[in-house]
Structure formats: C-alpha cells, structure tokens
C-alpha cells in the first residue's frame, strides 16, 4: 500500500507571473493544494516550509506535510513572515536548471524554481514523483546536473 501523505500546500504570490510559473501545470493534482497569498484555509498543524536558512530536509520529515512559498524572490519576505511559525527545512545544495536574469537583485545561493523545489522534496522524501516535471522545460537537464543528490535506488524514470 502506498502511504498517504498529507498535501503539499503551495502558497502563491498574487504578483506571480502565471508565464513564469513552474507550478501553474500542476493544479488539479490530489497532492498538491493551491492557495493565494496572504489566504491560507489549510491547518498547517504537522508541516514544514521549504526554504533557506534551515535544518536540511531528512528523514524525520518524512511523514510532514510541505509548505511552499511560490513567488519571486522580491516577494519571499512578507510571505515568509506570514509562515514563520512553520518550522523551515532547507534542501541540500542543488542548481537550478531554470535560466534566471534578474537586473534588480542577484539570487540566493540554493535558490530553486518552485517545481524542481518540490521534486527534490518528495524525491529526496521518496516520495512519488510521476509527473511533477511533465511540463517542465528544463526538467532533464535539472535532474541531470544534480544526479549524485539523488538516491542511488531511485529510478530517473519516475519524473
């Protein structure tokens, strides 16, 4: 039997660019659970939020559910703010495929777009990945430049 966790929940910022998106294609899924920032109808009792800054994601996370704040890094403080009693978990040091050019600010170290955020969670998680980077343009190559992060018994197969 397959365990049943409970959804990711994926806060997104009213600003964010729907072009820009990596999550837009994944609404509908039973997993994940979409809402509007500042909105937040969902019991975060049992979670953890993804960001940077905090104890490496590891096994005794392996049944929270997962806080993601999906926004640009201009818009991360405020949203942060508004989840900072959700203890924060950091991934292991991964590169983004995803091409970013910004003119105002330089990026953080480690930071990730939102769908391969997610992937590397549950991946990491060994949770089921099926579909998570379907719609993804640089999903191979993000899973590609970070294949010894990986565990060694997961199959590629599974994006």
């Not at 039997?1 to 929940?9: E, K, L, Q």
């Not at 899924?29 to 979670?47: E, H, I, S, V």
């Not at 960001?51 to 559910?65: A, Q």
């Not at 640009?72 to 970013?100: Q, S």
Request: aromatic share 8%.
């Amino acid at each position: 039997m397959t365990p049943v966790f409970p959804p990711t929940v994926i806060v997104v910022h009213p600003r964010e660019r729907r072009a820009k998106c990596t999550v837009r294609p994944l609404r509908g899924r039973g997993d994940l659970a979409f809402c509007n920032f500042p909105r937040m109808p969902y019991d975060l009792t049992g979670y953890v939020r993804l960001g940077l800054g905090g104890p490496i994601l590891g096994p005794e996370d392996l049944n929270c559910g997962l806080l993601v704040l999906d926004g640009t890094w201009r818009h991360a403080e405020p949203m942060e703010r508004a989840h900072a009693a959700v203890p924060i978990r950091t991934l292991p040091p991964l590169t983004t495929a995803y091409p970013r050019l910004s003119k105002v600010r330089e990026d953080p170290d480690g930071g990730l777009a939102t769908v391969e955020a997610i992937y590397a969670a549950y991946r990491l998680l060994g949770r089921d990945t099926t579909g998570l980077l379907d719609h993804y343009h640089w999903a191979e190559q993000f899973v590609d430049i970070n294949q010894e992060l990986w565990p060694q018994t997961d199959d590629r197969t599974s994006r």
